[in-house]
């Protein structure tokens, strides 16, 4: 992408916001869930109900947050290709940025975090790093948050610890999140 040096502060400030604002709403919640959970996993046995609502609750609250910064994410390079600011100089890149937002898969909201984002400051794709760390265990973790949102049945809204085949839900969660404000942090200092 190619950048009007002017602008470019402003656009970051804009976005940094809007992170910092999602995150009060989301980070404290989510770390409190997760925890819960985690002291809870000692004893699965006596705890097991306690520990599927906290299942519940963590990946709800986790996928809500994703999905949130990147929307910020896609309506700031939206605002900035329209004013001007930005050209987008590949097709594809154009395309998921201008996707109507309810029809954006969860692979598309990685790639505009982690990979259209960074470009604007100049920045390589941090995608990879997702991709190939804690994509699968997302996925897995995203169909099951589709499943208690979009429950085709009864059994569907159940979240049970057989569905997350031995998976920890808090390292892939964690390890987003630290994915995320790396980026912030590079691109800050792009500046």
Do not use: W
């Amino acid at each position: 992408m190619e950048q009007n040096p002017n602008h470019k502060k402003e656009l970051l400030l804009e976005l940094i916001k809007s992170f910092q604002i999602v995150g009060e709403h989301y980070m404290e919640s989510i770390f409190f869930l997760l925890k819960s959970r985690k002291d809870m996993l000692v004893d699965i046995d006596s705890n097991f109900h306690k520990i599927n609502t906290l299942t519940y609750c963590s990946i709800v609250m986790f996928f809500s947050y994703v999905e949130n910064t990147a929307i910020s994410i896609k309506r700031l390079l939206v605002k900035a290709l329209d004013s001007g600011v930005i050209t987008v100089n590949s097709k594809k890149q154009h395309q998921l940025v201008f996707k109507e937002e309810e029809k954006l898969s969860f692979e598309d909201t990685m790639k505009l975090t982690f990979s259209v984002y960074p470009s604007l400051f100049g920045e390589g794709s941090h995608y990879g790093d997702i991709k190939n760390n804690d994509l699968k265990t997302l996925h897995i973790l995203r169909n099951i948050r589709n499943s208690i949102i979009h429950p085709k049945g009864i059994e569907d809204m159940l979240v049970t610890l057989k569905q997350l085949d031995g998976k920890d839900i808090n390292l892939p969660m964690i390890s987003y999140i630290k994915a995320l404000q790396n980026l912030m942090n590079t691109c800050a200092k792009k500046i």
